[in-house]
């Protein structure tokens, strides 16, 4: 309909909604009540941004802004909410209560710590997708999961947990076993400080789930939540991943939070295909369950999605994933293939140091098993895409005279002296490390790792280096393997039983002897180095 009265426009645009137009009126509504953000004309009826954006630019000219704020003309608001039979709508929008929000009125002290936690957490990463939930809808979460299932002595895996779910959990049900998976080294950080603060038993271990499970998390959890990258890519792996994590695939649940723009149904419709594609059962879909601090597209809600895995998932578990999985930065589905031919033959002759090494190939920077060369040999890795915590990984699942790996030149271990020097003492006892900057371009980087011989390390170094060395073993056995044999060296005999003893005693966190080297959180890494290098000097 064409018409230059606003009014019709915008009576014509809630027709074309038809029974879907209701969320629409609410959004006019709220214009007629005064001024609103658009963060708020989108949040509360939770209608897509470019639907509010139509409804405001239908209204030209009796719209009036100020900044991010919005508002009908005060002497039109009548017309409106006559013409259109606001008062249901206006009534509603008025007196609206988040149900969120009246859920949490009783959890005023929880809430408030939620949300302090909010503003204490790293930043989201764009590159990773984070889009935080809100503290009404951690709590929400929470509450959820207790009604729902016997959380008493159960297991819960979060998939990833930028939205400090797992700490909502626990505090609703502080007896809840938790383990958290997850790429960001900062938010692993902050939930284990959090967690040891408050007496919580929540577990944290690394991965990037393009690359596998740690095996500390494969058939852990009665219960998994994950709110993944929303494309059919994102969605598929992160639900592979997460029936792999149940220890009961028939009792088990997953928990996903997943949302598409109304405006776009086929993407819905892709994702849910690809979850079918996989044997999982939809056994439930709560609408616009969760409510975000942005994630405008699509609303700033998400529904919560009860899955239930069969017998046909688990034929299906170790399938390819394609590392292209986001819908922002260096891996997103749009960005495959950006390394230069020219940046790759720079890479390799680094790598071969002018022709003094072999290098068998370039390699991608995986690093779910180790990364051998021979001796004559050395490493030329593509770690272009790296969102920043690949590089340590990839360092520490090599294994070579020499490594070059090719990252980012604003990477964040490469762009102040204090990330250098932090990755520099990580892998001390293993590489020397040199970063060339703009190489071969200015947006490029090479971190070339030298190995140091292990002749010029002293005995707790030798000890360190052990484990370092073997980064895809467990810790545990590892340390207390090569403190009988650095015992035995000195003329020491240390049995078995005894040295497990002095390992157990001497470690920072024992839970980590049972993880890999490789899966154990950044922050946890440097401790753990200087306690087994310690343990040496103890045996004199």
């Keep these: 309909m064409t018409t230059d009265d606003p009014v019709q426009r915008v009576s014509a645009l809630l027709a074309d909604h038809?029974?879907?137009?209701?969320?629409?009126?609410?959004?006019?509504?709220?214009?007629?009540?005064?001024?609103q953000s658009l963060a708020e004309l989108v949040r509360q009826p939770a209608v897509?941004?470019?639907?509010?954006?139509?409804?405001l630019a239908a209204m030209e000219p009796d719209v009036e802004r100020e900044g991010d704020r919005y508002r009908i003309r005060p002497w039109r608001t009548t017309v409106y909410r006559e013409h259109l039979d606001l008062g249901l709508e206006l009534g509603n929008a008025l007196n609206?209560?988040?149900?969120?929000?009246?859920?949490a009125q009783t959890h005023e002290e929880m809430v408030t710590r939620i949300k302090q936690d909010i503003h204490a957490v790293p930043a989201p990463m764009p590159a990773l997708d984070h889009v935080a939930a809100t503290a009404q809808t951690m709590l929400r979460r929470a509450m959820w999961l207790d009604e729902q299932y016997t959380l008493s002595g159960a297991r819960l895996l979060c998939l990833g947990d930028h939205d400090l779910t797992s700490l909502a959990v626990?505090?609703?049900r502080p007896d809840l076993e938790v383990l958290v998976v997850d790429l960001d080294e900062r938010v692993l950080e902050f939930i284990d400080n959090r967690a040891a603060e408050r007496g919580f038993t929540i577990r944290s271990v690394h991965a990037d789930f393009r690359f596998g499970l740690p095996p500390a998390a494969q058939g852990w959890a009665d219960l998994v939540f994950t709110d993944p990258p929303y494309t059919p890519e994102g969605i598929g792996l992160f639900v592979t991943r997460a029936a792999s994590c149940l220890r009961d695939v028939d009792m088990g649940r997953i928990l996903l939070?997943?949302?598409?723009?109304?405006?776009?149904?086929?993407?819905?419709?892709?994702?849910?295909?690809?979850?079918?594609?996989?044997?999982?059962?939809?056994?439930?879909?709560?609408?616009?369950?969760?409510?975000y601090h942005g994630a405008q597209a699509v609303g700033s809600a998400s529904e919560l999605y009860v899955l239930r895995a069969t017998s046909k998932t688990r034929k299906l578990l170790d399938r390819p994933s394609n590392t292209a999985i986001y819908t922002h930065g260096p891996q997103s589905i749009e960005a495959q293939g950006k390394t230069t031919s020219a940046q790759l033959e720079a890479l390799r002759a680094t790598a071969s140091a002018d022709g003094r090494l072999k290098v068998d190939e370039v390699r991608g920077p995986a690093w779910d098993r180790p990364l051998n060369a021979a001796e004559d040999t050395a490493l030329a890795i593509d770690a272009t895409g790296d969102p920043g915590p690949w590089l340590l990984r990839v360092l520490l699942a090599a294994s070579a005279p020499r490594v070059a790996v090719l990252v980012a030149n604003n990477h964040l271990d490469l762009s102040n002296q204090a990330g250098q020097r932090a990755l520099t003492a990580a892998l001390r006892h293993k590489y020397r490390l040199r970063f060339l900057r703009s190489n071969p371009d200015d947006r490029s980087a090479v971190v070339v790792a030298e190995q140091i011989p292990a002749n010029r390390l002293d005995?707790?170094?030798?000890?360190?280096?052990?484990?370092?060395d073997r980064a895809h073993g467990k810790v545990g056995n590892l340390w207390r393997e090569g403190l009988i044999s650095t015992a035995k060296a000195t003329g020491i005999t240390l049995t078995r039983n005894a040295a497990r003893d002095l390992v157990a005693e001497a470690a920072p966190t024992p839970a980590d002897l049972a993880l890999r080297l490789i899966d154990i959180p950044r922050h946890r890494i440097a401790p753990l180095l200087d306690a087994i290098t310690a343990s040496a000097a103890d045996l004199s």
């Design 170 to 172: 626990c505090a609703v």
């Design 96 to 103: 609206y209560t988040d149900p969120l929000e009246a859920a």
């Design 48 to 55: 897509p941004r470019r639907t509010v954006e139509e409804l």
């Design 257 to 291: 939070a997943y949302g598409f723009s109304e405006r776009n149904p086929t993407l819905g419709l892709k994702v849910q295909q690809e979850i079918m594609q996989l044997g999982v059962l939809f056994e439930a879909i709560l609408p616009r369950f969760n409510r």
């Design 18 to 35: 038809g029974v879907h137009g209701r969320r629409l009126r609410i959004v006019v509504a709220l214009l007629t009540s005064g001024w």
């Design 459 to 468: 005995a707790g170094e030798r000890l360190a280096r052990h484990v370092l």
